[in-house]
């Protein structure tokens, strides 16, 4: 099946420092990729839509400035999150999506840690 | 606005027991995706079934098996013969088909963390 790759899978980072977050579909183009976020024991709430080649779609909430989404090619997409600080630990994850009504892949999740 | 309800927050079963998990939705969609995902503790997100709102029929894939039932807007899963590996969280996801580029975005459940004991 469709496989999509996020990198790293754990992060530490110091607080006020930027991290970059990678997902890749590796064997489709990903029109659509999504951004999610999960607090611990809770469930997935979608951050931003982007679309290759266009700007994301930010979700009510959402700082768009904190939270830079990337999405140059149809394989890659990239979340940076920056000037972290401890409540931005969570765990983030991505998934791809091809045609229209297709499922989404999810990557493997990105666990990030601000002290 | 679209809703997904995952009631049960936790269950435990012992190892061989059925077991089903719910799931309530609402949307004003008329055209809409339902999705299970199984997220075992390693944290990744695997997916289980994707029904698109025109096919009720249920679907048994192994030991897994869904009811869907649009009168009563509800898509449950089934484990039968549970298996301690079964052990995981289970999110139920709502898609609403969009026009434009796919661009459709799922609505997660709260989840339900299920405990099969040996």
């Known amino acids: 099946g469709a496989v999509v790759s996020q990198h790293p899978s754990r992060v530490i980072c110091k607080s006020g420092t930027s991290v970059k977050i990678e997902c890749r579909s590796l064997d489709f183009q990903a029109t659509t990729m999504f951004w999610y976020r999960q607090f611990p024991k809770q469930s997935l709430m979608l951050m931003a839509t982007?679309?290759?080649?266009?700007?994301?779609?930010?979700e009510q909430g959402v700082e768009k400035d904190k939270f830079l989404i990337n999405h140059a090619s149809l394989t890659l997409s990239t979340l940076t999150v920056t000037s972290a600080h401890p409540e931005d630990s969570s765990f983030y994850i991505c998934s791809a999506r091809g045609r229209q009504g297709s499922e989404a892949f999810f990557g493997q999740g990105t666990r990030l840690t601000v002290v | 606005a679209q809703k997904v309800t995952q009631a049960q927050t936790e269950i435990s079963v012992v190892e061989k027991e059925d077991v089903t998990l719910d799931c309530v939705y609402e949307t004003r969609d008329t055209t809409y995706y339902l999705f299970w995902y199984k997220q075992p503790p390693s944290g990744e997100l695997v997916f289980l079934i994707r029904r698109n709102s025109f096919d009720e029929q249920n679907e048994i894939s192994g030991r897994y098996s869904w009811n869907f039932q649009k009168s009563t807007s509800s898509f449950n899963f089934t484990i039968t013969a549970s298996q301690v590996v079964d052990s995981a969280v289970y999110f139920c996801a709502l898609s609403e088909a969009q026009s434009n580029f796919g661009n459709e975005k799922l609505t997660f459940g709260t989840g339900t963390r299920l405990t099969i004991i040996p």
């Open positions: 982007s679309n290759e080649g266009s700007k994301a779609t930010y």
